[in-house]
């Protein structure tokens, strides 16, 4: 199947700082990637399309402004937590829909976010 | 609004069989996903279905009717590797994936 790969896998950052989180596509190009925050024992909630040379698209309620995407080519696609704080701690997951098909979604590791 | 119900958690013994459901109302439908995830860890693919019916996949099974809005994710002799979180997601309309909030499946020997 089609490979993701996102990192960091874990970071721990200091209150007020950024940090940039990259997920790319390796063997194959993807125009839309999507970014997901999961907390503890919760689904997977759905913060952002990406979209390949355009603006994300963001969910009601996700502050485009603290979590900036950058989709500046079809195999790389990054997240930027900004003036992070503890509350944003959380494990960030990005995903990509298969090429073949425009169903099945292949995720990243995901990423561990500490904020201290 | 959408929605995708399944069960919070549940337990089975090693060796048997444990049926994990699932429950949708969803804008529209391009198939459903089961998904297996363990703590810490991204998603990983167990199956799709986009038509009525039962998809067997080794120990795994998936089944849905599209008509009930129901799917089931079916485990045969469980191991204790099986013991994670199971999410169910449907891809709606516009493509996009809804997820349940997952079943977190506990093995006992």
């Known amino acids: 199947g089609a490979v993701v790969s996102q990192h960091p896998s874990r970071v721990i950052c200091k209150s007020g700082t950024s940090v940039k989180i990259e997920c790319r596509s390796l063997?194959?190009?993807?125009?839309?990637m999507f970014w997901y925050r999961q907390f503890p024992k919760q689904s997977l909630m759905l913060m952002a399309t990406?979209?390949?040379?355009?603006?994300?698209?963001?969910e009601q309620g996700v502050e485009k402004d603290k979590f900036l995407i950058n989709h500046a080519s079809l195999t790389l696609s990054t997240l930027t937590v900004t003036s992070a704080h503890p509350e944003d701690s959380s494990f960030y997951i990005c995903?990509?829909?298969?090429?073949?098909?425009?169903?099945?979604?292949?995720f990243g590791q995901g990423t561990r976010l500490t904020v201290v | 609004g959408q929605n995708i119900d399944q069960p919070t958690e549940m337990t089975a013994t090693e060796g048997a069989i444990v049926q994990i459901n699932c429950t949708y109302q969803t804008s529209g439908f391009n198939g459903l996903f089961w998904y297996q995830q363990h703590a810490g860890e991204a998603p990983t693919f167990l199956s799709y279905?986009?038509l009525d019916g039962l998809e067997e996949k080794g120990r795994f099974s998936s089944f849905l009717s599209r008509s009930k809005g129901y799917s089931y994710l079916l485990l045969k002799e469980l191991q204790m590797k099986d013991s994670a979180s199971y999410l169910c997601a449907v891809l709606d309309s516009n493509y996009q994936l809804i997820w349940g909030a997952g079943t977190k499946l506990i093995i006992k020997p």
């Open positions: 063997d194959f190009q993807a125009t839309t």
């Open positions: 990406s979209n390949e040379g355009s603006k994300a698209t963001y």
């Open positions: 995903s990509a829909h298969s090429p073949d098909s425009n169903t099945e979604a292949f």
């Open positions: 279905n986009v």
